[in-house]
């Protein structure tokens, strides 16, 4: 199985503040990546897919990057309605992978 | 509005069964994969198990395989994950989701119900 390693586990930031969170696969999956938003209590939202393609609809302050086996998620200024656990998940290979989460808090 | 509703959560003991059920609306159920994806308490995100729209291909995560097994019914837009032999590590809250891409897969998840809890103790 494709091993997704992200950091940091948890993070907290400013009002205003640039956010990044990164997620490492463990082979190569090209650019077969998504990232998703999860408010306490919710269900996952899909905010990007294939690495970099925004998910209509989703703030573009929410951004991605990256292939290969590196990853970043962006948030350009943070909000406070963002606070929620990010996760990424690769669909390179079944079984399909997610990272184990980022939870982003406010300072 | 696209929609997904679980049921058929609930506590079962270890070694029992039980079926959930994900009903949809909104969209042409009978054109899109889904999915099923469990999260434990306090826990991160695990997929279980695929299955495209016509049936025609099914996966599992190993986890689950040879005790759970994804159905779905076209003509009544429901989605269903039949759970045997449930052990005290099957405990959590279990999404159906949709792959956005018809008649194919993109192994995306853009729309997710809002989960049932399966809880497996004695």
């Known amino acids: 199985d494709i091993q997704m390693t992200q950091s940091p586990s948890s993070l907290s930031a400013s009002v205003g503040d640039r956010v990044t969170i990164t997620c490492q696969a463990s082979q190569d999956i090209s650019n077969n990546l998504n990232w998703y938003q999860q408010k306490p209590g919710k269900a996952p939202k899909l905010l990007i897919y294939?690495?970099?393609n925004l998910e209509t609809g989703v703030p573009s302050r929410f951004s991605g990057s990256g292939s290969g086996t590196d990853f970043t998620f962006t948030i350009s200024s943070l909000q406070p309605e963002d606070i929620a656990a990010y996760y990424c998940?690769?669909?390179?290979?079944?079984?399909?992978?997610f990272g184990g989460g980022t939870k982003v808090e406010i300072k | 509005e696209v929609k997904l509703v679980e049921s058929g959560g609930g506590l079962v003991k270890p070694g029992g069964s039980l079926r959930l059920s994900c009903a949809a609306s909104?969209?042409?159920?009978?054109?899109?994969?889904m999915n099923w994806v469990r999260q434990a308490p306090g826990k991160g995100l695990e997929w279980v198990s695929s299955?495209?729209?016509?049936?025609?291909?099914?996966y599992y995560a190993d986890s689950v395989k040879g005790r759970f097994t994804i159905s779905r019914d076209n003509a009544k837009n429901s989605l269903y994950l039949r759970m045997n032999s449930l052990r005290a590590e099957d405990t959590a809250v279990y999404y159906c989701a949709r792959d956005p891409e018809p008649n194919s897969s993109s192994w995306r998840l853009d729309y997710w119900g809002q989960g049932s809890l399966v809880t497996v103790s004695s």
């Open positions: 998940q690769q669909y390179d290979y079944l079984p399909l992978t």
């Open positions: 294939d690495a970099s």
């Open positions: 909104g969209f042409t159920f009978s054109s899109y994969s």
């Open positions: 299955i495209s729209a016509s049936s025609s291909y099914i």
